[in-house]
């Protein structure tokens, strides 16, 4: 079965540095979405991402946070100053119309 | 704020009982769905239901969504170790938004 794929599975980082997580969602999919788990917490939504623009954002998503596809394969999401209260396992997910979710590993964010 | 409150959150049993999952909220949906999520990896997709009163069948997983679409039931028969996991429902709110509202989940261990 086709899937979604995330590098890195684990990141460090410090504080205030900039961090690119990536993905590369399933090839004929056509909507992008990154969530987020805090250890111990509820998968959050943060992101939708269709027709190459955000589609929807939560409230989570603030001016640190951006999400790009730059070349057709790749949907990244970067944060540009991490903060302690950052670190979570992001999962990016796609689908191809109003089917299925496909999710991601995760990448393991760790802010120092 | 829409909530989804999954209980138990914790379940311990035997290989052979049978087992209820719940998930309610006080908000309508236009379908819930549910996951099953592994140690490290992303949640994947067990069975989207969409009318009320619904219910379909998985192997010995049979889910229900509540005929006002407010809550959702996940119940399995003569559960085995390979059933150990965490257990997620997702709401998906009315109104066209793309976000999935999660719960908690429900770790089950299935023991031998």
């Known amino acids: 079965e086709p899937e979604v794929t995330q590098t890195p599975s684990h990141q460090v980082t410090q504080m205030g540095q900039e961090v690119i997580l990536r993905c590369v969602p399933i090839s004929n999919h056509l909507y992008f979405y990154w969530y987020r788990q805090i250890l111990g917490q509820k998968v959050e939504f943060l992101v939708s991402f269709y027709n190459n623009e955000i589609s929807e954002k939560s409230e989570i998503f603030d001016d640190q946070f951006s999400v790009e596809r730059p070349d057709g394969s790749n949907f990244t999401l970067k944060i540009r100053s991490t903060k302690l209260e950052d670190s979570a396992m992001y999962f990016c997910?796609?689908?191809?119309?109003?089917?299925?979710?496909?999710f991601g590993s995760g990448t393991q964010l760790s802010v120092l | 704020t829409q909530l989804l409150e999954q209980s138990p959150q914790f379940l311990s049993i035997q290989e052979g009982e049978n087992l209820t999952v719940y998930c309610n909220s006080s908000?309508?949906?236009?379908?819930l769905q549910w996951y099953r999520q592994e140690p490290g990896e992303g949640p994947v997709l067990l069975v989207t239901?969409?009318?009320?009163?619904e219910v379909k069948k998985l192997k010995r997983l049979t889910f229900q969504f509540g005929d006002a679409r407010k809550d959702s039931s996940l119940h399995i028969t003569a559960a085995q170790p390979g059933d150990t996991g965490l257990y997620l429902c997702?709401?998906?709110?009315?109104?066209?938004?793309?976000?999935?509202?999660f719960g908690k989940g429900m770790k089950l261990t299935v023991n031998p």
């Open positions: 997702a709401g998906e709110t009315q109104g066209g938004s793309e976000k999935l509202v």
């Open positions: 997910a796609s689908r191809r119309d109003r089917e299925k979710l496909f």
């Open positions: 908000s309508v949906f236009s379908s």
């Open positions: 239901v969409v009318t009320g009163g």
